[in-house]
């Protein structure tokens, strides 16, 4: 324990501004972020757009692919013009996009404020990374950056846990997520500037700078290796947020735990719950609650453990635990493989971050953070793919519901929402809602996704033990 304290107090104030700032930016990015895929899908009269998964996957998987890819770019603005500039630029493009988003309702224009929010996100993301990393050393780094993962779980628990409150109004969610993020313009007032060299070059001349370290890294075969590996994980991860709470919306049944609560907690029944089902949200968001709980355990656990070991075993972990939220429409099994899911989440991702931290040159940190989200935005296209065009031939229950009406020769009539389709779709059929749900899941196994996103994960981290296995060879930094 003093071990620990010790750790702590070595901290600057930066690192702590920093971290808060980050919780903001959080509570921020995942109060719309966690209802954005059935904001996108959703019902018309629930407030949804009512797009095709696909569509879906599209926007949620290139945009946030490429909001993870610029950082590679900004991270040479960062280096050039100074962290705290950048900052402020950044907050004004998330404020203007959070207000702006939801005044489009169309693939394009959603698709294209979500574009210029990622600019935002994007010019945010390496900076504050690099302030961490330049906070810390070898002796507190595996720490802070655990303590960093935790700020963004708080961030990003508490952030749904306000927004869902208003969930039946998707302008006012947008617009909480933009009061939050200003709230970092008046925390810029205590970042100090961390010490950075600055470059009398140009702007251009930095860019082009980027493109050669770009090939640099292209032309270094383990660490290009290691990035394909990392991608793999990713593209298992994001479906916490492309394809869980949608699969949870149509497939699994979450009254055992609003009973729970509305006999016990009536204000979370009554609040995060409708119809006596819990919002699908709320049963994804636990894994932030999780981890809120158990970060600081287990980075202190792992602390001493080198990265590639630990992402190794978080990678098994995680990979079983995401898959096997998709496998029954069971909410307790459901949350227990959130649980398992968040176990090796803990342990992986803030190691994939500290393991590039290390190798980073301390002068170029922005711009060696930047390539840690390469990966991400490898894994956020294929994460796309997945919760898009596989999720809508195998598991959208929209679609299950078409093809299931189209066989039997039923008219239904055009114009209406979701809900309305399958309510008649129903009736037409002599079932009620949850009898024609458990038909289509019995008859046409929409769980069999969990397949695609075991595979992917368990390959990853076969490859992740290869590169451990055959090609490090300093072993004992890594």
Known sequence: ????????????????????????????????????????????????????????????????????????????????????????????????????????DTFTGVFVMYLYLAVGAALFKPVISATIAKTTDSSTSSIGFGIFYMM???????????????KSNYNLVFQISAGIIALNFILLLFYKEPTIEKTKESIWAA????????????????????????????????????????????????????????????????????NGQMESEFITN??????????????????????????????????????????????????????????????????????????????????????SFLPVFIGSILAGIISGNVYQSISDKHSITVKEVTSRGIEIPPGLSHNEYFDLAASSMGMTNNELTNYLWNTYHPSNIWIVILSIGLFSAFCLWLYNSFLMKNKNSY
């Not at 749904?160 to 409150?165: A, D, F, I, K």
């Not at 394909?228 to 055992?256: C, K, R």
């Open 1 to 104: 324990m003093s071990r620990n304290t010790n750790a702590f107090s070595k901290f600057p104030q930066t690192f702590w501004v920093a971290n808060t700032i980050e919780l903001f930016e959080r509570w921020a990015w995942y109060g719309f972020f966690m209802l954005f895929a059935n904001y996108l899908t959703g019902s018309s009269d629930t407030g949804g757009l009512e797009f095709s998964q696909t569509q879906k996957g599209t926007i949620m998987g290139i945009g946030t692919g490429i909001l993870y890819f610029m950082p590679v770019f900004t991270g040479a603005i960062a280096d050039k013009y100074g962290y705290k500039r950048v900052l402020f630029i950044s907050f004004i493009i998330y404020t203007s996009a959070f207000i702006a988003l939801p005044l489009f």
């Open 152 to 166: 963004v779980n708080i961030g990003a628990f508490f952030g749904p846990m306000v927004t869902m409150l208003y």
């Open 207 to 274: 860019i082009n700078k980027v493109f050669v370290n770009i090939w640099h890294v292209l032309l270094d075969f383990k660490f290009v290796i290691f990035l394909l590996i990392v991608a793999g994980f990713w593209s298992m991860y994001y479906q916490l947020f492309f394809t869980l709470p949608v699969f949870i919306t149509q497939w699994v049944d979450t009254s055992v735990v609003y009973d729970f609560f509305n006999n016990y907690i009536p204000f979370i029944a009554s609040n995060y719950g409708h």
């Open 286 to 371: 636990l894994d932030a609650m999780f981890i809120i709980v158990f970060q600081v355990f287990i980075s202190a656990l792992v602390m001493k453990k080198k990265p590639l070991n630990t992402m190794l075993s978080g990678f098994i972990i995680a990979s079983i635990g995401m898959a096997l939220t998709l496998l029954t429409q069971n909410v307790i099994f459901t949350l227990v493989a959130i649980f398992v899911f968040s176990i090796g989440e803990m342990a992986a991702s803030p190691k994939i971050t500290e393991y590039i931290g290390r190798i980073a040159p301390s002068h170029k940190k922005a711009l060696y953070m930047g390539y």
